[in-house]
T-cell receptor, first 115, second 112 residues
Framework: DAGVIQSPRHEVTEMGQEVTLRCKPISGHNSLFWYRQTMMRGLELLIYFNNNVPIDDSGMPEDRFSAKMPNASFSTLKIQPSEPRDSAVYFC?????????????FGEGSRLTVL | RKEVEQDPGPFNVPEGATVAFNCTYSNSASQSFFWYRQDCRKEPKLLMSVYSSGNEDGRFTAQLNRASQYISLLIRDSKLSDSATYLCVVSGNAGNNRKLIWGLGTSLAVNP
């Protein structure tokens, strides 16, 4: 069975450029999460969706970040304009309907470097 | 005080050793608790849930102490393949138990 699929796996860009990260959750999962991981701050929840609806975006750092989930099989996280402090690994995760709150299935992550 | 605290380690142990990690949490209303494992440059993967009565899965035992607000993970007969970072995860209160709070992780290196 396919797991959570993220793209790109690696992205190197220059400050000020737009970055779009993509995620395909596991089929049948109804919750989707975007996380950011850095050495200093660990894993931080940016936003999560339930049935394609954003439920909690309090972790989104600022207006430069936006996320969408147009359908049950696709989500994007966009950073515009990007800054060097956005450099991190961005993980997408999904969880099944009725699953435990901590039962998340992560993608392999998108490693972003902003120069 | 951080919401979830872990000793970062690293814990360096020989193969076959028993090793234990603790994790403390600050929100007494937390509902659910988990241990995840993350290999170097990989994604986190759920290792086990932590139940009030404690639970065991092979060489791994997880315990919860609500009074002292900590959870623990015990690994017996450690293997080289157990080398990883172990992340403690605590859910929010009943109103938003989808919001997980993650510790920074404890690094374990099992040596031959």
């Amino acid at each position: 069975d396919a797991g959570v699929i993220q793209s790109p796996r690696h992205e190197v860009t220059e400050m000020g450029q737009e970055v779009t990260l993509r995620c395909k959750p596991i089929s049948g999962h109804n919750s989707l999460f975007w996380y950011r991981q850095t050495m200093m701050r660990g894993l931080e929840l940016l936003i999560y969706f339930n049935n394609n609806v954003p439920i909690d975006d309090s972790g989104m750092p600022e207006d430069r970040f936006s996320a969408k989930m147009p359908n049950a099989s696709f989500s994007t996280l966009k950073i515009q304009p990007s800054e060097p402090r956005d450099s991190a690994v961005y993980f997408c995760a999904s969880s099944p309907r009725g699953g435990q709150p901590g039962e998340l299935f992560f993608g392999e992550g998108s490693r972003l470097t902003v120069l | 005080r951080k919401e979830v605290e872990q000793d970062p380690g690293p814990f360096n142990v020989p193969e076959g050793a028993t090793v234990a990690f603790n994790c403390t949490y600050s929100n007494s209303a937390s509902q659910s608790f988990f241990w995840y494992r993350q290999d170097c440059r990989k994604e986190p993967k759920l290792l086990m849930s932590v139940y009030s009565s404690g639970n065991e899965d092979g060489r791994f035992t997880a315990q919860l102490n609500r009074a002292s607000q900590y959870i623990s993970l015990l690994i017996r007969d450690s293997k080289l393949s157990d080398s990883a970072t172990y992340l403690c995860v605590v859910s929010g209160n009943a109103g938003n138990n989808r919001k997980l709070i993650w510790g920074l992780g404890t690094s374990l290196a099992v040596n031959p």
